[in-house]
């Protein structure tokens, strides 16, 4: 026996209990910094998303005055909109370049050797000619005159705007130059060129490759919302009816068993083998359409509904039996004393779990693909019931579609997808816990 | 309480090994110790009685610092181990309880093989200079805690394979491998059958000839069987100290009279 | 109309138990209420199943005995029998489209004759596309199916009414006061539960069906050999793909592997410091700070590695180190899957630190061992089922986690022929199970080829090892909780 305690000051600490101290700290040091390593993850997570996406809500608007003449657009000189409909988008091109050029010389603008008037309304969004062109045939009247029209800057404008691109970068890419970022420059001064808030990508359907600007989240919006209608339709009562019988009248056999244990695997199971399951049940056996918001709240009702199960069980069981005790002793039924005390009871924690089930099947990405989801949609579906069935996209789904595209553009839509996302789960988990703290009873 | 044989008392010359001074322990709002003074001696052994929630586990735990490990437990007043404050800062807790050693009322041995359990605290502390070292202070432990024929043949076994008397005693000699100055005991043997703790109460007295030992009990007659000193707390208080003979017999405090006699508790 | 009978059952049945009373409801078995739902239901759920049946087996019935119709010659050698199935059934659709939109009156549907009307041409007129000029035999076939349809659909909503009106009369004849409505309608609401709990057992059911088919299919073109134990994933739609599945599950483990190297410290370290030593203020804060990260969908990561952490790593880490890999990487998505694991390990292993008894942590203390060997040496020790239990589930989270690595860890099999560093080399692209159905399944696919069907052996097998995993760590962590209660 070495190291003698007995009969040692306690004051005197011992290299032993010193060492012993030191690795203490150590250990301490090592959870303290767990901590710090996952709240730190979390905070660069979100502010590369916030700070890559918060771009998508601003986007730079072009106003000009443009002329429409009536010798391009009205041939006949008739306003009539069957025949004005001959002229193309194409035909409207010219004349937002024109506008572009007229502008540019009013303010003293000196053409650049090598610089085309082309070049100069490309500055503009493509998708400008197509607004010009669904402007006048609402408006017949206004052929012949000139009009104040704000249009959206082409996608690398509007990365310029917002310090994405810059000359350095202007010079080496293929669909932007140097002069043209001196235009912007100019029309900038003229009062012609600004950043706003960007309602439309909330509302405005995706747009195609080359048009990143004019790309928004209306259908995938609308489709994530409809797939969370279904979900909520389906898998609230059918979760809900399973966890009362398993809860309250399932006996203890082979079948409870295998639900018990079917229940909390499903729960475990990878989400890509839902979607598997989708489109083998519900696409290639069952004939449902692709792309359809109907398969894939369906598949993430299956999702879901463990979720819901476990959370309503919970509830269930946090319900004390002296509840039960009390309906069944003044003569109720087990099913009257279910449904007529104990279900209410349960109540709000079922509404806290099913909203936390519904937050996560809005983020659910996997599956969806499978359904074919990711495919490029630019028609609003239909308003319900029909809707369910027409071809939709979905906010994550929307996400990952953007990502896979090559225009830079789109990676600041992904992010600002991303962000619409969060704000729609922190509102749904937010709702969630003011519930849970609302309605929270202790027995 | 006729039949109750009072422990033989202490000859020798007792020394003062822990003095207390001015206790007061508040948990929260509660104030669960108030103004308690006691002197425990070395080499004898000292017993807490009195009814449940009367502090005396409390008053045990603040002996070795137990205590500090809950939150909003705060204790005042001056505890003097050999003379030494063992709650300023300098000291160290985990220095404390090496001197101060602890058994709990449930025997808690851990997941580990008896060897590994006994030579937790060996280990540790660095006591054993090798292998052999430590076998020695093992097997010395476990004869002093009366455990060493049941067990010499498993010491691999685990050591929650052991029945709830066995467990109690691999406890107490997990406690005494440290070699302690002072043993607590928290009601060692409430979980115990009678056999068992008549066991572990033959274990106290042999304890006795090395330590000072502190042991809370709510059954008196143990208190009567195994103690010199007796100190009975009632609602935070400590209502009387003295020999356990004089306490059991001739107490001089009404409310240990009530008590004793089995009016209050 | 099911459902008017149903009311009309309801009320029916209602009055005829009142008046069976004396109007007085208190003599009755059961509520009035329950008197009228046992009648609704008696017209409503043989009706509906009857209903659903036939709606199975008429076009069954239909197509087996218009397809007698199109002789065996009047298929050509580009088709099937099944193709000129779905012309029949498009002709036919179409024809009822023509007549809805008024191009076209009922009896001119069923005299139409291919040699006299360019039948194309009026369908497409109404917007039915056909992809060819139509057959006599085809265009006959289409007709007759039309009939049999609308006579099966007549003959169906007479039957189906009918039952409908029994049902609700009979439970209305049974309506007195001495009839047990309540406990009928108890019952069958309890047959409504128990079917609601069984879809939990459906679900899986379809979910091995589904993919038990399809890779029987598969196995049917591709040995399944090659597929088990072939080292070379190489799909080739023209045919002759290399299909082995190691290159994919090599991918997938090391991913995971990274995955957990990160998160298993991290997570156990968290969940030590959360239950042991944070006060109630750093709990309060960290705790629902670090859950956050369990509530990001995984598409957040899958961006979160392609912008940040792959060019991150490119930029800072390869290319200084000479490797000129692109953004996606193994370590890329290991990195990030280990970060979105950080929560659910530390959240489970937190449950299972706070489970250890306190006694043994006054045991140890007691001691004078400090918190950190008390940590060490004996809750760790007495955690480790329960810990083990949980790496587990992480492990089958990161094996089935999809939007990462099809995001992060890029489209190249690992290259296992190529020799041992290339396949270990963390900075490589490298492809995972997950990634290749997603990658196997979405476009245009042709559920015929084996470079489709192979998605279904993957997910499979997919759905095997996670379930394996998951059995195995909830019965480890079962076992567990029972030693502490």
Request: hydrophobic residues 50%; charged residues 20%; neutral net charge.
């Amino acid at each position: 026996m070495s190291t003698e305690i007995q009969g040692s000051s306690l004051f005197a600490i011992t290299d032993n209990v010193r060492r012993r101290n030191l690795a203490e700290k150590r250990f301490r040091a090592y959870g303290l910094s767990a901590i710090a390593v996952g709240i730190i993850a979390l905070i660069v997570l979100l502010s590369s998303v916030l700070s890559n996406g918060s771009g998508a809500f601003m986007q730079t608007y072009v106003t000009l005055q443009v002329e429409l003449p009536a010798d391009k657009l009205d041939k006949q000189g008739n306003r009539n909109v069957e025949e004005m409909k001959s002229v193309s988008t194409f035909g409207y091109t010219p004349l937002i370049r024109a506008a572009v050029v007229a502008r540019a010389d009013q303010l003293g603008w000196g053409m650049p050797d090598g610089m085309t008037p082309k070049d100069m309304g490309a500055i503009i969004s493509k998708e400008a000619a197509a607004q010009l062109r669904r402007f006048v045939l609402a408006n017949p009247d206004v052929v012949g005159m000139t009009v104040t029209l704000e249009m959206l800057a082409n996608g690398r404008v509007d990365g310029y705007m917002k310090g994405r691109v810059d000359r350095e970068i202007a010079a080496l890419d293929g669909n932007v130059s140097p002069q043209q970022l001196d235009l912007v420059d100019l029309l900038v001064e003229g009062g012609n060129l600004e950043k706003r808030f960007n309602f439309a990508f909330l509302t405005s359907p995706d747009a195609s490759g080359q048009r990143p600007e004019a790309a928004g989240l209306g259908v995938a919006i609308l489709g994530s919302l409809y797939m969370m209608m279904i979900v909520l339709v389906l898998a609230l009562p059918i979760g809900v009816a399973a966890s009362i019988y398993l809860e309250e009248f399932a006996p203890t056999n082979k079948w409870t068993d295998l639900i018990e244990v079917n229940i909390s695997n499903l729960a475990a199971v990878p989400s890509i083998v839902f979607g598997i399951l989708g489109l083998a049940i519900f696409i290639n056996f069952g004939g449902m359409p692709q792309s359809a918001p109907i398969v894939g709240g369906l598949v993430l009702t299956l999702m879901t509904l463990p979720t819901i199960i476990i959370a309503t069980r919970a509830s269930l069981k946090s319900v004390p039996p002296s509840i039960r005790d009390a309906a069944l002793g003044v003569g109720a039924s087990k099913m009257q004393s279910v449904f007529h005390h104990v279900l209410p009871l349960a109540a709000p924690g079922i509404l806290t779990g099913t909203i936390i089930g519904l937050a996560q099947a809005l983020g659910e990405t996997a599956p969806l693909l499978l359904i074919g989801m990711v495919a490029f949609v630019k028609e609003f579906p239909a308003a319900p019931p029909e809707g369910f069935f027409d071809p939709a996209s979905a906010l994550p789904v929307q996400v990952y579609n953007w990502t896979q595209r090559a225009d830079a553009g789109f990676v600041e839509r992904a992010s600002g997808a991303i962000i619409v996302l969060l704000v729609f789960l922190i509102i749904m988990n937010a709702v969630a816990v003011m519930l849970r703290r609302r309605f929270e009873r202790r027995w | 309480m006729n039949d109750m044989r009072i422990a033989e008392r202490a000859t020798h010359v007792s020394t003062r090994k822990i003095s207390a001074t001015g206790v007061q322990v508040h948990y929260g709002d509660t104030h669960a110790i108030k103004d308690v003074n006691v002197e425990i001696e070395d080499k004898t052994v000292t017993a807490f009685i009195g009814p449940s929630g009367c502090g005396k586990s409390t008053f045990l735990r603040c002996l070795n610092r137990m205590n500090d490990t809950i939150d909003i437990c705060r204790v005042s007043g001056q505890i003097l181990l050999d003379g030494e404050d063992i709650y300023d800062p300098k000291v160290d807790p985990v220095q404390l309880r090496a001197k101060v050693g602890m058994v709990f009322q449930k025997p808690n041995p851990f997941p580990k093989s008896i060897y590994d359990n006994v030579a937790y605290g060996p280990r540790i502390h660095g006591l054993a200079k090798n292998k052999a070292d430590l076998d020695d202070i093992v097997e010395k432990s476990l004869r002093r805690a009366a455990i060493w024929d049941e067990v010499k043949d498993r010491l691999d076994a685990p050591g929650t394979g052991l029945s709830g008397g066995q467990q109690q005693r691999l406890c107490i000699a997990r406690a005494v491998a440290t070699q302690p100055e002072v043993l607590l005991m928290d009601e060692p043997c409430s979980a115990l059958d009678p056999i068992a703790t008549a066991q572990v109460e033959e274990l106290i007295d042999d304890l006795r000839q090395k330590f000072s030992v502190v042991i809370v009990t709510h059954s008196m007659q143990q208190a009567a069987r195994v103690s010199q000193k007796t100190a009975f707390f009632h609602l935070g208080n400590l209502v009387e100290f003295g020999e356990t003979g004089q306490i059991f017999t001739n107490p001089i405090d009404p409310r240990t009279e009530s008590y004793i006699t089995g009016r209050i508790g | 109309m099911v459902f008017a009978v149903a009311a009309i059952g309801f009320w029916a049945a209602r009055n005829r138990a009142m008046t069976s009373a004396d109007g007085d409801s208190r003599a009755l078995h059961s509520l009035p209420n329950y008197y009228g739902t046992n009648a609704a239901l008696s017209a409503i759920v043989p009706s509906l199943a009857v209903l659903a049946l036939w709606l199975i087996m008429q076009p069954l019935l239909i197509e087996t005995s218009v397809s007698k119709l199109i002789p065996d010659a009047a298929i050509s050698e580009d088709t099937t029998r099944s193709l000129m199935m779905s012309d029949v059934r498009r002709i036919a659709h179409g024809l009822d489209t023509a007549i809805a939109e008024g191009g076209m009156t009922p009896d001119e549907a069923t005299g139409l004759r291919s040699e006299l009307t360019n039948l194309r041409e009026r369908l497409a007129s109404v917007g039915v596309a056909l992809g060819s000029d139509v057959q006599a035999e085809v265009l006959f076939a289409a007709q007759k199916y039309r009939m049999m349809t609308r006579r099966a659909s007549l003959y169906m909503m007479f039957s189906v009414l009918t039952l409908a009106m029994i049902g609700a009369a009979y439970a209305w004849s049974r309506s007195d006061k001495d009839f047990r409505a309540r406990n009928i309608v108890e019952k069958a609401v309890l047959a409504l539960l128990i079917s609601a709990a069984s879809i939990a057992i459906l679900t899986t059911l379809g979910i091995v069906m589904s993919m038990l088919f399809e890779t029987w299919n598969f196995f049917g073109q591709y040995e399944a050999t090659s597929f088990f134990f072939g080292i070379k994933w190489a799909p080739d739609f023209r045919g002759d793909s290399a299909l082995g599945i190691l290159p994919l599950l090599w991918g997938t483990l090391y991913i995971s592997l990274i995955a957990l190297v990160v998160a298993v410290p991290i997570g156990l370290f968290a969940a030590i410091y959360m239950s042991e030593y944070a006060g109630p203020g750093l709990r309060a804060v960290a705790k629902p700070l670090i859950e956050i990260l369990a509530g990001i969908p995984t598409i957040v990561y899958g961006l979160f590695a392609l912008l940040t952490v792959g060019p991150a790593l490119r930029d800072y880490f390869a290319q200084p180190l000479g490797f000129s890999g692109g953004a996606d990487s193994v370590l890329t998505a290991g990195l990030v899957m280990g970060i979105m694991l950080i929560p659910f390990v530390s959240s489970l292993s937190d449950d299972i630190i706070n489970a250890v008894p306190q006694s043994l942590r006054d045991g140890s203390l007691g001691l004078g061992a400090t918190k950190s060997e008390t940590i060490r040496q004996v809750i760790i020790p007495a955690a480790l089922p329960g810990i083990v239990g949980a790496v587990l589930l992480a492990t089958s989270r990161a094996i089935g986690e999809t939007m990462i690595v099809v995001m992060g860890a890029g489209a190249a099999a690992a290259q296992l022929d190529k020799g041992l560093l290339e396949a270990i080399n963390p900075l490589e692209a490298m492809t995972t199970v997950t990634t290749r159905i997603v990658s196997q399944l979405t476009g245009d696919t042709d559920f015929a080829a084996p470079e489709t069907l192979v998605a279904f052996a993957l997910g499979l097998t997919l759905f095997v090892i996670t379930l394996g995993l998951n059995v195995l760590a909830l019965y480890i962590v079962r076992k567990y909780r029972e030693q502490y209660e």
